[in-house]
């Protein structure tokens, strides 16, 4: 199987299966907007709760939700209005626009015709709307580009009420806009995406050795979801490829079907953020150290990653195609702690009062696991349903299940059938998941 074919299997499956659908699609779509469907929603949550959870269950970070808009003057600050942009070229023939750095050889990668695009101009990626009923420019806000501004602004108001000391830390999940000029791959790069950003306030000085922390702490969060440690690396930004305000940065990249990309950054802010804001505001952002009588501003360690692109990673490294008995089977391996559905309950046929045992059990489970009920179709389209839906257990109730209140489970990766005792069923689910 191709790499590209591997992304137009798993864009349909995530369709067929209710993962993900394309943005407006009755109206021919949007191309850089995706809407995640029953399944997708269930995944997303499930990643988020993950997160939430192992940051902020930390005596040292706190959580926080900050509006999408800001005032402006904090992308002043913080030097996106002047910054946040990326070199635009036109083809004169086609009128296709290309981020410059994208156009590798001497064609339009679109028509194909030579070395006919325009100069590059510098393009903001910020969406730009207006607040109130007048469309002037006094009144423009701004979509926020990145979550992390509204934690640095909030850095006093989270300190003094939470008491914390440094080093502590505030996380916060949102969406972020970006309008970038070459969408694509799926879920990769869209213009409306989730982040999920902790900003690490630690004294000058110790920043290294937090940044080494977390960076380590990070990757194996990321192997502690269950994404295969091969496909994982750490890259580091070279001198040229470090942004604006870090000091030092890496990615954490996985290997996706078009190669080694970037879906978290880990970077070292400096003082650059809290002393920007300061600056502009005129307001003092500074910590108080109270045991050595020090004022100082913190340095920032930052760990930033995209929900959506964390989803795909999940998704691309759980999309399995198998051969089993002479059919071929695909299969979502994901973790069974992220999987959306826990357990889908089916009939073995539609008589013998089995499809009643089968809804009764599906309805004693499903207040405890996310579960489904199944009748229709062979049993064998049942197990490749939920298979494609990632549903790690499947309950089959049969004549035996008449005779000894038995059943039997079938685990979606190895195929084991085990027969369990109808009133054991949440004790051995709960096991398996974890
Ligand atoms: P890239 O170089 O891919 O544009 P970036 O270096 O600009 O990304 P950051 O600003 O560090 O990315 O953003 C942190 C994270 O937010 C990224 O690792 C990624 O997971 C996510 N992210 C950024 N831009 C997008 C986007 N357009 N679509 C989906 N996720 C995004």
């Known amino acids: 199987m191709s790499n590209n074919d591997l992304m137009e299997k798993l864009v349909s499956l995530c369709k067929r299966r209710g993962y993900v659908f394309q943005s407006s699609e ?19 949550r499930n990643v988020k709760d993950r997160w939430w959870r192992d940051m902020v269950s930390r005596p040292d970070i706190e959580g926080l939700d900050a ?106 999940i949102g969406k972020a806009f970006r309008n970038e000029i070459t969408p694509g791959n799926f879920i990769f790069r869209t213009r409306e995406f989730e982040q999920m950003e902790m900003q690490f306030f630690v004294k000058p000085g110790t920043d290294t050795e937090w940044f080494d922390y977390w960076r380590n702490e990070r990757l194996e969060w990321m192997k502690s979801l269950g994404i295969r440690a091969e496909k994982l690396r750490l890259e580091q930004h070279t001198r040229e490829e470090l942004a604006h305000y870090a000091y030092d940065a890496y990615d954490i ?9 970037e879906f978290e950054g880990i970077h070292n802010r400096t003082d650059y953020d809290l002393g920007a804001h300061q600056k502009r505001s005129g307001k003092k952002l500074e910590y108080f150290d109270q045991s050595a009588n020090e004022r100082y501003i913190p340095y920032i360690i930052e760990t930033s990653g995209g929900v959506d692109r964390l989803m795909l990673v999940l998704l691309a490294d759980a999309y399995r195609e198998e051969e089993v008995e002479g059919e071929a089977r695909v299969v979502l391996s994901l973790q069974p702690k992220l999987a959306p559905l826990k357990v889908a309950v089916f009939p073995l046929v539609k008589k013998d009062g089995m499809p009643e045992l089968s809804q009764k059990i599906y309805d004693d489970l499903r207040s405890r696991f996310p579960a489904f009920h199944d009748e229709s179709g062979s049993i064998g389209r049942r197990y490749r349903r939920q298979d494609e839906a990632g549903t790690p257990f499947c309950i089959t109730v049969d004549g035996q299940t008449l005779e000894d209140e038995t059943v039997t489970v079938r ?9 369990v005792a109808v009133g054991k069923l949440s004790g051995y689910l709960a096991e398996r998941i974890g």
């Open 411 to 419: 685990d979606r990766d190895t195929l084991a059938q085990d027969r």
């Open 67 to 172: 509006g999408i808009l800001m005032h402006p003057e904090v992308w002043v600050a913080s030097g996106h209005v002047e910054g946040f942009t990326d070199p635009l070229v036109e083809c004169k023939n086609c009128h296709r626009r290309f981020r410059a750095d994208e156009i590798t050889g001497d064609q339009c990668p679109i028509c194909g015709v030579k070395h006919e695009f325009t100069e590059p101009r510098m393009f903001n990626l910020m969406f730009k709307t207006f607040m109130g009923p007048v469309e002037e420019e006094a009144a423009q806000v701004y979509l926020r580009p990145e979550t992390a501004q509204g934690i640095y602004v909030n850095f006093l108001n989270v300190l003094n009420a939470s008491r914390q000391k440094i080093p502590f830390g505030i996380a916060q």
């Open 253 to 261: 990249q996985y290997e996706f079907p078009f190669g080694w990309q």
């Open 26 to 44: 009755v109206y021919g779509g949007l191309g850089s907007v995706w809407d995640y469907g029953p399944l997708g929603v269930e995944l997303k």
